[in-house]
């Protein structure tokens, strides 16, 4: 399918709103994302059906010309096999006319991304964790969201109601004047909405089609580096030898004492227990909404101070230099997980790529391996080992004494130079490559021995017209990309 590209000058951006709906309306939003969920089940189902027979038919030496044929996830296949057997499946049949066509559309769609990826993870074309097949979504930890392409999605002109199909006017809590605005203006139209339940609210996020012009920043010529930490959360060195430190909040500390109380009051319930099919009490439901209450409230708060942090940093720099850290790896550590979760490296590094696109800046990916707390920022010197309780670096060639922090950003930050052109667009090659110092040390992976796939499992080894061979790791070309 043709990936939307808007049109030139324009870009597309999400509006996010939270919505009032009375009963009947939170009713009907829970039926559409239920029937979202439903049909992404059946899709799963009817398209694992022909993986396991054809596995169970080659067991009984059926010859390969005669085995059941595959059944193509795509789309269109999905919705055409989908409107054939709604009006005649007992699953189906008695319900699926209460609600928009839109509800189904994002089940399937759905089934056909997550068969997509399982694909490309096999092939080895998709980059990341592999990706195993698709698993039937349970009602209980299914996340509720619904997305509408067609219809009449619109904001009303007083700005405090939005209209979806089939589900008619809701009030949103906060006002919608400024998209309200641009589309009557002319410069924004909506592609989609989507409605989710979230941190115990509902919400509907259009994605309009914006005109935006870029904003320059107030310092283009200033280029930044920025060490994340956990003591401290970014400390950020310029390239004119400013070094600034931006402290850790640390919300999820701050709400550990009422979270304990409150997980200590959901154990003491009567909770949900799915092996003997007990439901929940009355006073569980209760007790485990006021524990949710708690999360809620730490994750908008650490998404509010990202969210400020990451803006100031894109509004100020023409050049942001970040670390490729690996987060995933990091979390593995159970001393320091709780708290680089809570720091979120990851999402700081996710806002500042398409923050700098949106303000016309680069941003430039230092190498995983890029020694920027062992080297000096005065000489260039690269000790062959500094311990992490080491928290002052002391040069032994030209005798800089400097916080360990802030010598791996004024290391970052002197990267930049090297990286004279590119627009940090992802996918942007026009970058000059930088060799890494020499003296660092740097432990090298080992690529675990492959498992051969058998045919018991649905899917097998034979998928259609797909290429068994498995990759190892990638190689890293370069030591400096942007994105």
Not at 173 to 186: F, K, M, P, Q, Y
Not at 267 to 274: A, N, V
């Amino acid at each position: 399918m043709k990936k939307f590209q808007p049109q030139p000058g324009f870009v597309v951006q999400a509006y996010r709103y939270a919505l009032d709906p009375n009963a009947t309306q939170e009713a009907a939003l829970r039926s559409h994302c239920g029937a979202a969920r439903a049909a992404y089940n059946w899709a799963v189902g009817w398209v694992t059906a022909s993986w396991w027979q054809r596995t169970a038919e080659e067991t009984y030496g059926v010859p390969e010309t005669m085995l059941t044929q595959w059944r193509r996830w795509s789309l269109p296949a999905l919705r055409k096999a989908f409107n054939a057997i709604k009006t005649t499946d007992a699953r189906f049949a008695n319900w699926w006319e209460e609600n928009s066509k839109e509800a189904y559309n994002t089940g399937l769609a759905n089934a056909a991304a997550a068969f997509d990826n399982y694909a490309k993870s096999k092939q080895g074309k998709r980059r990341g964790k592999k990706v195993g097949t698709p698993r039937f979504k349970p009602k209980r930890k299914a996340r509720l969201a619904c997305r509408f392409t067609t219809g009449t999605i619109r904001v009303e002109q007083d700005g405090r109601h939005v209209t979806l199909p089939r589900l008619g006017t809701m009030r949103v809590h906060e006002r919608a004047d400024s998209l309200r605005d641009r589309i009557t203006a002319g410069t924004a139209r909506i592609l989609s909405a989507t409605v989710r339940h979230e941190r115990g609210r509902w919400f509907v996020a259009f994605q309009v089609e914006v005109a935006r012009e870029i904003t320059r920043v107030a310092r283009p010529d200033t280029a930044v580096g920025i060490d994340l930490g956990v003591k401290t959360l970014a400390v950020m060195a310029d390239s004119h030898g400013e070094i600034r430190t931006v402290s850790n909040p640390k919300h999820l500390d701050g709400a550990l004492k009422r979270l304990r109380r409150a997980s200590r009051a959901v154990s003491r319930r009567q909770g949900p227990d799915r092996r003997t099919g007990q439901k929940a009490s009355k006073r569980w439901e209760k007790a485990n909404a006021r524990r949710n209450k708690v999360h809620h409230r730490v994750a908008n708060l650490r998404a509010d101070a990202l969210h400020k942090l990451t803006a100031a940093v894109t509004a100020e720099y023409g050049t942001v230099v970040v670390e490729d850290l690996n987060v995933a790896g990091m979390l593995r550590n159970r001393r320091l997980a709780r708290r680089i979760a809570d720091a979120g490296f990851g999402e700081i590094r996710r806002q500042l790529a398409y923050k700098t696109r949106r303000n016309g800046c680069r941003i430039v990916a230092a190498d995983r391996f890029f020694p920027s707390s062992k080297t000096c920022s005065g000489c260039g010197t690269v000790k062959a080992k500094l311990p992490l309780h080491v928290r002052t670096y002391e040069c032994d060639a030209c005798g800089l004494v400097l916080d360990r922090d802030d010598n791996a950003a004024r290391n970052l930050a002197a990267l930049a130079a090297a990286c004279t052109t590119g627009t940090g667009v992802a996918g942007d090659q026009d970058t000059t490559k930088v060799s890494k110092p020499r003296g660092a040390d740097q432990k090298t992976r080992i690529t675990r021995p492959r498992r051969k796939t058998g045919t018991g499992r649905a899917g097998g080894a034979n998928l259609p017209h797909q290429r068994q061979t498995e990759t190892g790791d990638r190689t890293q070309a370069e030591a400096l990309t942007l994105w």
